[in-house]
């Protein structure tokens, strides 16, 4: 694995957007994504002016017709003429003619590879002789190389960016709807990037599962690695969600792949105004870069994927493959127990350097302390960086965490988060929810706000809030039942990924949810 030999962070081609780089030693970009209907050209200026503002380096917009890109060029003298020079992405699904449209007008262009030549996932098993899947790739290049020849004439960069819930029929009955196929979809658009030496490249991978996200992460790194690729990296956790939830999953997230010096971009997805998650992901890149100068100097930066976890015996009701347990007031001291107290920053170096060539199977309680944060939200993001990190790479027995900031009780919840949005146990229901684009036509946090307070208790579920279908019945393939927007105040039910319920009214769909699972039986009381 290459890595910038002065910071440890992984060396790339950097791509040029406008006037920023992207990749290593240039620093890690944010960026957020608006909310308004790309038609909207002055409520889209506006917002993007104020995102801007906010402090972020890019900005994304949505373009689901070739009406939409157009209206970017709109957009983009609008902002230009307040002063504002910040980039502007157009973000594109199912629509290639969208795409050359947007690539006159804006400084990248996001394409999604699971729907951007191939149709829409279906779920149907597709077979293919090693020639017919051949022809369907050369198929794929052959509109794909005038696009990027476009984008060369226009100085346009370009994301290949896959999501978990869009992977395409074809991609899925080939490599499956996992880490295999997530990464395939990538590098099969990459290649050709790389043949047409078309650079101004950045590539991501995401889902709304953290662990699913960094593991197909680091594999990315691996193929990337092995194929003599080195594309910038784009990084987040789709459909996140809000308040606690929402920044803990993207500090576990991206927050423990910049620890290892993975990721040159990155993007908060909360289902809340966007400027407000530029603060989140400021304190996310902070604290990260802290965690890597210490794995940097303690030789512990971790590459690989996920390793299993950490074996040591049962004893005091942890270890073994017991649940994790939490410690937020005094840590039992026991010749059967093991207590690792770690201080920010640099809690993952310090963990990862005690249990180093470890042969003592005691049971671990990583304790991470925190006495210099005097702010709550970064506080609570750097806890779920370090500890998430710890967590996901197989350190499981107990965990805990100490700040002038909690109390006790604040302390637990804050672990318990942590905990779930590793996806080790539940303590509420799952609830997955998309930010929100100009594509959503419902007050999504409102809407997410009421599901969280009718159905949180429901821990045995997961529950999606999507605002369009553009991840939506993919990206809830793992989730109970979803709440789709379908049109204007329009709803879909979904139990599973079948569509149950269509064009409901929006202000009968929370009830009539709760009807469903009612229905199933799935139904318990506060």
Same mark, same amino acid.
């Given at each position: 694995?290459?890595? /910038?030999?002065?910071?440890?962070?992984?060396?790339?081609?950097?791509?040029?957007?406008?006037?920023?780089?992207?990749?290593?030693?240039?620093?890690?970009?944010?960026?957020?994504?608006?909310t308004?209907?790309? +038609?909207?050209?002055?409520?889209?200026?506006?917002?993007?002016?104020?995102?801007?503002?906010?402090?972020?380096?890019?900005?994304?917009?949505?373009?689901?017709?070739?009406?939409?890109?157009?209206?970017?060029?709109?957009?983009?003298?609008?902002?230009?003429?307040?002063?504002?020079?910040?980039?502007?992405?157009?973000?594109?699904?199912?629509?290639?003619?969208?795409?050359?449209?947007?690539?006159?007008?804006?400084e990248?262009?996001r394409?999604?590879?699971?729907?951007?030549?191939?149709?829409?996932?279906?779920?149907?098993?597709?077979?293919?002789?090693?020639?017919?899947?051949?022809?369907?790739?050369?198929?794929?290049?052959?509109?794909?190389?005038?696009?990027?020849?476009?984008?060369?004439?226009?100085?346009?960069?370009?994301?290949?960016?896959?999501?978990?819930?869009?992977?395409?029929?074809?991609?899925?009955?080939?490599?499956?709807?996992?880490?295999?196929?997530?990464?395939?979809?990538?590098?099969?658009?990459? =290649?050709?990037?790389?043949?047409?030496?078309? /650079?101004?490249?950045?590539?991501?991978i995401?889902?709304?599962?953290?662990?699913?996200?960094?593991?197909?992460?680091?594999?990315?790194?691996? *193929?990337?690695d092995? @194929?003599?690729?080195?594309?910038?990296?784009?990084?987040?956790?789709?459909?996140a969600?809000?308040?606690?939830?929402?920044?803990?999953?993207?500090?576990?997230?991206?927050?423990?792949?910049?620890?290892?010096?993975?990721?040159?971009?990155? =993007?908060?997805?909360?289902s @809340?105004?966007? @400027?407000n998650?530029?603060?989140?992901?400021?304190?996310?890149a902070?604290?990260?870069?802290?965690?890597?100068?210490?794995?940097?100097?303690?030789?512990?930066?971790?590459?690989?994927?996920?390793?299993?976890?950490?074996?040591?015996?049962?004893?005091?009701?942890?270890?073994?493959? +017991?649940?994790?347990?939490?410690?937020?007031?005094?840590?039992?001291e026991?010749?059967?127990?093991r207590?690792?107290?770690?201080?920010?920053?640099?809690?993952?170096?310090?963990?990862?350097?005690?249990?180093?060539?470890?042969?003592?199977?005691?049971?671990?309680?990583?304790?991470?302390s925190?006495? #210099?944060? #005097?702010?709550?939200?970064?506080?609570?993001?750097s806890?779920?960086?370090?500890?998430?990190?710890?967590?996901?790479?197989?350190?499981?027995?107990?965990?805990?965490?100490?700040?002038?900031?909690?109390?006790?009780?604040?302390?637990?919840?804050?672990?318990?988060?942590?905990?779930?949005?590793? *996806?080790?146990?539940?303590?509420?229901?799952?609830?997955?929810?998309?930010? *929100?684009?100009?594509?959503?036509?419902?007050?999504?946090?409102?809407?997410?706000?009421?599901v969280?307070?009718?159905?949180?208790?429901? =821990?045995?579920?997961?529950?999606?809030?999507m605002?369009?279908?553009?991840?939506?019945? *993919?990206?809830?393939?793992?989730?109970?039942?979803?709440?789709?927007g379908a049109?204007?105040g329009?709803?879909?039910?979904?139990?599973?990924?079948?569509?149950?319920?269509?064009?409901?009214?929006? @202000?009968?769909?929370?009830?009539?949810?709760?009807?469903?699972?009612?229905?199933?039986?799935?139904?318990?009381?506060?």
């Amino acid at each position: 694995m290459n890595s /910038n030999k002065s910071d440890g962070r992984r060396v790339c081609t950097p791509s040029h957007v406008g006037g920023i780089v992207i990749g290593a030693p240039a620093p890690v970009v944010i960026q957020s994504m608006t909310t308004t209907p790309t +038609l909207d050209v002055e409520a889209s200026a506006a917002q993007t002016i104020s995102i801007a503002e906010a402090g972020a380096s890019m900005v994304r917009l949505t373009a689901q017709g070739v009406s939409h890109a157009a209206a970017l060029g709109e957009i983009h003298a609008e902002v230009r003429a307040a002063g504002i020079d910040v980039p502007l992405v157009a973000d594109i699904h199912f629509n290639p003619a969208a795409a050359f449209e947007a690539a006159r007008h804006v400084e990248k262009v996001r394409i999604n590879p699971g729907n951007f030549f191939d149709p829409g996932r279906t779920f149907r098993k597709m077979d293919f002789t090693d020639e017919e899947y051949a022809a369907e790739l050369e198929k794929i290049r052959e509109k794909f190389v005038p696009f990027l020849e476009l984008c060369k004439a226009e100085g346009t960069a370009l994301r290949i960016g896959v999501n978990h819930g869009s992977l395409s029929d074809r991609i899925m009955s080939r490599f499956g709807d996992g880490a295999e196929g997530m990464v395939e979809s990538a590098l099969e658009y990459l =290649r050709i990037c790389r043949d047409e030496n078309f /650079n101004d490249v950045v590539v991501s991978i995401k889902a709304s599962d953290v662990s699913v996200m960094t593991d197909t992460v680091r594999l990315l790194v691996e *193929g990337l690695d092995a @194929e003599g690729m080195a594309y910038p990296l784009h990084l987040g956790v789709t459909e996140a969600g809000n308040a606690l939830e929402g920044r803990v999953k993207s500090a576990v997230g991206i927050g423990s792949l910049l620890a290892d010096g993975i990721g040159d971009t990155i =993007r908060v997805s909360l289902s @809340e105004a966007p @400027e407000n998650e530029i603060p989140a992901a400021k304190a996310i890149a902070a604290h990260a870069e802290e965690n890597l100068k210490a794995n940097v100097a303690f030789g512990t930066i971790r590459r690989n994927r996920s390793i299993g976890r950490f074996e040591t015996e049962e004893a005091c009701g942890m270890g073994g493959l +017991l649940d994790t347990a939490v410690f937020c007031g005094d840590v039992p001291e026991s010749e059967d127990i093991r207590v690792i107290e770690a201080s920010s920053p640099g809690c993952i170096a310090q963990v990862r350097k005690a249990l180093k060539d470890n042969t003592d199977r005691r049971p671990v309680i990583i304790v991470c302390s925190y006495p #210099d944060i #005097d702010n709550r939200d970064e506080l609570v993001m750097s806890a779920a960086a370090d500890l998430g990190a710890l967590l996901l790479e197989g350190y499981r027995d107990g965990i805990g965490v100490r700040s002038p900031l909690l109390s006790e009780d604040e302390a637990a919840e804050l672990c318990r988060t942590i905990i779930q949005a590793c *996806g080790l146990a539940r303590f509420k229901a799952e609830i997955v929810a998309c930010p *929100g684009c100009g594509r959503t036509l419902f007050a999504l946090p409102d809407v997410l706000d009421k599901v969280k307070s009718e159905f949180e208790h429901l =821990r045995h579920l997961k529950i999606a809030v999507m605002g369009c279908i553009v991840n939506g019945p *993919g990206e809830m393939a793992g989730a109970n039942y979803g709440y789709v927007g379908a049109a204007a105040g329009k709803i879909s039910l979904y139990r599973g990924i079948d569509c149950v319920m269509k064009n409901i009214p929006q @202000e009968e769909a929370v009830e009539r949810l709760k009807e469903l699972i009612k229905s199933d039986g799935q139904w318990v009381d506060k």
